[in-house]
C-alpha cells in the first residue's frame, strides 16, 4: 500500500490547465494504444494488474484485472461504439463517475459520462480525463486514475466543478459495473439512522425510494453486521448509511476491494446511504456516494477511492464465505 498512499495523497493536489487531447509525449508508466475498437485508449499495468481507461467513451475504466481475469463487466455490442459515432442504441459498461442523487431524477446530462473525454498523462503511472462542460447541469467532471506500478493497486480522484453563475448542489456517484454472480458485502453502520441498518430502493409511480424500516429480499443477509447480496437473478438495489468507508465484491477467486471516505456529518441525500449496491441476472453495480455539495460558481469538489484486487485461494459459492472474507480486506487509506 505505500506507494498506491503517497500517490493517492499526491492526487488531491489542485488539477489545474486544461487537458489537452493526444499529449505529444506520454508519461512513463502509460501506453496508448487501441482497446476493443476504441483508439487513444490508456492501459496501466502494476504487479499483476492492468487498469484499460477509454476516454472515447465518458473516460470510463473498461478494465481492471489481475491475471488477465476482468473484474467488470463489458458489453461487447457497444465495443468501438462511441457518442459520436453512435448517438443512441449502445450501452457502455466498467466504472463511470456520475451525478447524483439518483432519487431526484436529474435532467440527462450525457457530456459528463458519456461523451468523449479529453486527456493527458499529468504523472508517471497516471492518467487525467476532462469532460465537456454541461449546462444541463451546469457541471463539468474531471478524474485522475493512477496505478501503484508494484501492487497495481488503483488510485482515483472524481472530482465536479460548477460552470455556469449560479450555484449547484449534487453529490458524486460512482458506478461500478462489474461481472454478476458474485457476492457484494460492507458492514453496517452500528449508529445507523436506518432502524435495519440498510434500505431497499423501490419505485411507487416511476419514482425512485427507499424502505429502510422493514427491507427484506431473497438476495440479501444480513450476517454478524455485514450486509451480504448476491448478483443475480431479478433486479435489485440495496443501500445504507455504512461508515466502514468500503464495499467489496467477490467473485469466483477474485475479491474486489473499493475505498472511499465516510462523513459522518456529510449530507447523504440518496435515501441517505452512503453506499449502495445494484445487481441484476447480468451485473454487479458497486456503488459509493459522497454527500451532496453546494458549489458556488467556480468551485470544485473532489471524492477520493482506492482499489484493490486480491486473489483468492478458493472461490467464493456461499453468504457465509463471502462474510468471513471480511478479515480479508486491509484497512482503509481513508479512516484515521
Not at 446530462?109 to 465537456?132: F, I
Not at 457484494?184 to 449508529?191: D, G, I, K, Y
Not at 436506518?194 to 411507487?204: A, D, E, H, K, L
Not at 484486487?309 to 480486506?329: F, G
Request: aromatic content about 12%.
Amino acid at each position: 500500500m505505500r506507494n498506491t498512499f503517497l500517490i493517492l495523497g499526491g492526487l488531491l493536489m489542485a488539477f489545474t490547465g486544461a487537458l489537452a487531447a493526444a499529449d505529444a509525449t506520454v508519461a512513463k508508466g502509460v501506453r496508448v494504444d487501441t482497446y476493443t475498437g476504441w483508439e487513444e485508449s490508456m492501459f496501466l499495468s502494476g504487479g499483476d494488474c492492468k487498469a484499460v481507461i477509454v476516454p472515447a467513451t465518458g473516460g470510463r475504466i473498461a478494465q481492471y484485472s489481475l491475471n488477465g481475469e476482468n473484474i467488470l463487466f463489458e458489453n461487447p455490442a457497444s465495443f468501438g461504439k462511441t457518442m459520436v459515432n453512435t448517438p443512441e442504441g449502445f450501452w457502455v459498461a466498467g466504472y463511470q463517475c456520475d451525478l447524483g442523487p439518483e432519487i431526484r431524477g436529474l435532467p440527462d446530462h450525457p457530456k459528463l459520462w458519456m461523451w468523449p473525454h479529453r486527456w493527458r498523462t499529468p504523472r508517471e503511472n497516471t492518467v487525467g480525463l476532462l469532460s465537456e462542460h454541461d449546462l444541463t447541469v451546469g457541471i463539468q467532471m474531471e478524474k485522475e486514475i493512477v496505478m501503484d506500478p508494484d501492487t497495481g493497486e488503483l488510485g482515483l480522484v472524481q472530482r465536479m466543478r460548477n460552470v455556469i453563475d449560479r450555484e449547484t448542489a449534487f453529490c458524486l456517484w460512482d458506478r461500478t459495473l462489474c461481472k454478476g454472480g458474485g457476492f457484494a458485502f460492507f458492514p453496517l453502520n452500528r449508529s445507523s439512522r436506518f432502524p435495519s441498518g440498510w434500505s431497499i430502493r423501490r419505485t411507487v409511480d416511476k419514482k425512485y425510494s427507499y424502505n429502510s424500516k422493514d427491507p427484506s429480499d431473497a438476495g440479501v443477509k444480513v450476517l454478524d453486521g455485514v450486509l451480504v447480496a448476491q448478483a443475480g437473478g431479478p433486479a435489485l438495489k440495496v443501500g445504507a448509511d455504512s461508515d466502514a468507508g468500503w464495499i467489496a465484491y467477490a467473485r469466483g477467486k477474485l475479491l474486489f476491494v473499493k475505498y472511499f471516505p465516510y462523513f459522518p456529518k456529510g449530507n447523504y441525500t440518496d435515501g441517505g446511504n452512503s453506499v449502495e449496491f445494484y445487481c441484476d441476472s447480468k451485473v454487479a453495480e458497486l456503488e459509493p456516494l459522497s454527500p451532496e455539495i453546494k458549489l458556488k460558481p467556480g468551485e470544485n469538489y473532489s471524492f477520493p477511492e482506492k482499489w484493490v484486487l486480491i486473489e483468492l485461494q478458493d472461490e467464493v459459492t456461499t453468504y457465509a464465505q463471502a462474510r468471513a472474507l471480511v478479515k480479508r480486506v486491509p484497512a482503509s487509506p481513508f479512516k484515521k
